[in-house]
């Protein structure tokens, strides 16, 4: 048997850092989604998982999260979801173009103003 080196980034690694999991029963997190910490790690917590809380202090994007901790997006979602599901972390799903918009409604009676005029 050939014994390779460790590699931190060897799928190997990353599929015992989430327990073989490759989804979660939550919503998958956007890459725009912000994610912000509650509190400190607590004692005995995955090395992982301190990280991201640590990192998470101030919100920041799960992109970013992704690359300041060399992780592949899909293994950081499964550890967000664990954190989520425990109450370490909240996310906040990015706000659309549509969600901006005024109501339709209120666009035509303002179309419909013009118009009168």
Known sequence: ???????SGSPDRFYTLIGGRSSTATKGFDLATVITAHGE???GMPSEHVRILRMCRRPVAVLELASRLALPV?????LLADLLSAQRITAHAPTTAAELLPPSDMLRKVLRALHNL
């Open 1 to 7: 048997m050939i014994r390779r080196p460790v590699d």
């Open 74 to 78: 899909g293994v950081l979602r499964v």
């Open 41 to 43: 790690p607590l004692p």
